[in-house]
């Protein structure tokens, strides 16, 4: 009896032990990635679990923006999630709104996260100030779709689109018809009456993303430092050169119909109207799928008169501050973070249609097959603002200032004075909204 009972009590400690040592870290991560790409990353987040058995991870798909109500109530509550994907537009202000904590170098380097890895403008996404906060999983860019058929018909090389200035004129103008057969330029060509035109500049955001895209071209850096509050300054004759540029398409060049929307430009592409479509690179699936539509991809070209920049959007995984977390949680999460966007996740990832967010996926024989790949050598010429939060507030500003001169609403000169004015209208009500700084 005695030997049972200290049999009994031998193997309950053991037990007591073992489920100590072998306890397993619950972790919850909040993410928006509720369309087509939801499937993938519910799979990678399964396949995580199966690599290893000290880490749970529940994953919730929620749209963004409910996403982003929720983070600081949740925070404020002690509920927040453990882990949390937030887009470049709005990371910046939860990091200085203290909601995000930061990723020191110990809980990097212990988890293995290398910022070599990554492109440069993405991974200064989810810095401030020297320190890093957010990790990016996911990358998109302005890209130019065009039609092969109309390239060839117009007497151009379907399989070498534009890439500069001159190049893109050159070929706007021949890839331009009006209903009688005349191109810009021959007389008695009416650009009122367009059968087929080289491209449409939209309104509002889409246009907005294509006039910021040229704009950065120009070297416009839209915003001052943080040590100045973060004055808006693209009323420069920089951003003027650019928007005059684009509102000159159609209203000069005659190769863009007037009115034209984001919508009414995808149809007409389709429709093989439109021979070229600027558009984001979450467009190819729905291109793929129209039927006798034989387009190729290539970077969006050089319209500006500087460097190569391009228009670029990216999601980071980030760490939510927690009331009662542990180190341990922590730890874990980063883990997460780190198998989540090694190069084998990242390649993964690109098959819901996002971009490679580092060069070693980009130039990797497992991309070599997406159509992609057209654009692998504008990955790193991204341009996203940094360090800036109220990328939203701005972009309203922007996109409204540009609208009003491609509608013919102002000129470029004064619609960019009253969008800087009221970008920083809006930039200091969003400097009134933080903290006080610690």
């Given at each position: 009896m005695q030997l049972s009972k200290l049999r009994f009590t031998f193997l309950f400690f053991v037990s007591l032990l073992f489920?100590?040592?072998?306890?397993?870290?619950?972790?919850?991560?909040?993410?928006?990635?509720?369309?087509?790409?939801?499937?993938?990353?519910?799979?990678?987040?399964?396949?995580?679990?199966?690599?290893?058995?000290?880490?749970?991870?529940?994953?919730?798909?929620?749209?963004?923006?409910?996403?982003?109500?929720?983070i600081e109530p949740s925070v404020a509550a002690g509920?927040?999630?453990?882990?949390?994907?937030?887009?470049?537009?709005?990371?910046?202000?939860?990091?200085?709104?203290?909601?995000?904590?930061?990723?020191?170098?110990?809980?990097?380097?212990?988890?293995?996260?290398?910022?070599?890895?990554?492109?440069?403008?993405?991974?200064?996404?989810?810095?401030?100030?020297?320190?890093?906060?957010?990790?990016?999983?996911?990358?998109?860019?302005?890209?130019?779709?065009?039609?092969?058929?109309?390239?060839?018909?117009?007497?151009?090389?379907?399989?070498?689109?534009?890439?500069?200035r001159e190049e893109f004129l050159e070929a706007a103008r021949a890839l331009t018809t009006d209903a009688s057969g005349l191109r810009p330029g021959e007389e008695g060509f009416d650009p009122n009456n367009l059968t087929q035109w080289a491209v449409g500049i939209p309104t509002p955001w889409m246009g907005g993303t294509i006039a910021y895209t040229v704009a950065a071209q120009n070297g416009v850096t839209f915003v001052g430092s943080s040590d100045e509050s973060y004055p808006a300054n693209f009323d420069s004759a920089e951003a003027q050169e650019a928007v005059q540029f684009l509102v000159d398409l159609v209203n000069t060049e005659n190769v863009s119909p007037a009115n034209a929307t984001e919508q009414s430009e995808i149809d007409a592409f389709r429709a093989g109207q439109a021979a070229m479509n600027f558009n984001g690179v979450w467009m190819l699936s729905q291109y793929q799928g129209q039927e006798g539509l034989n387009f190729g991809v290539a970077p969006f070209p050089n319209l500006g008169t500087g460097d190569y920049k391009v228009w670029g959007g990216s999601s980071h995984l980030a760490l939510p501050v927690q009331r009662n977390g542990t180190p341990e949680e922590q730890a874990a999460a980063a883990t997460f973070v780190a198998w989540m966007t090694q190069p084998e996740q990242n390649l993964a990832w690109t098959a819901a249609g996002g971009l490679p967010t580092q060069s070693a996926v980009a130039e990797g024989e497992g991309y070599a097959s997406n159509p992609m790949t057209a654009i692998s050598e504008a990955l790193p010429n991204t341009f996203v603002l940094t360090g800036f939060p109220f990328i939203s507030q701005f972009r309203a500003a922007w996109d409204t200032a540009f609208a009003s001169t491609l509608l013919g609403e102002k000129d470029t000169a004064t619609a960019l004075t009253d969008g800087v004015s009221e970008a920083n209208s809006r930039i200091q009500d969003g400097l009134r909204s933080l903290p006080p700084a610690q």
């Open positions: 489920s100590t040592s072998f306890a397993q870290i619950e972790l919850d991560y909040w993410h928006g990635f509720t369309g087509p790409d939801l499937p993938i990353m519910e799979r990678l987040v399964a396949d995580f679990n199966a690599s290893q058995s000290e880490i749970v991870v529940t994953a919730q798909a929620i749209p963004w923006g409910e996403l982003f109500q929720q509920q927040a999630p453990d882990i949390v994907a937030l887009n470049e537009d709005v990371i910046t202000s939860f990091i200085l709104r203290g909601a995000i904590q930061e990723m020191t170098p110990d809980v990097l380097a212990t988890a293995g996260i290398d910022s070599s890895r990554f492109y440069e403008s993405l991974w200064n996404v989810g810095t401030v100030d020297g320190k890093v906060y957010g990790v990016p999983i996911h990358s998109v860019m302005l890209v130019m779709y065009y039609n092969k058929d109309l390239f060839e018909a117009a007497g151009l090389d379907p399989e070498n689109p534009p890439q500069t």
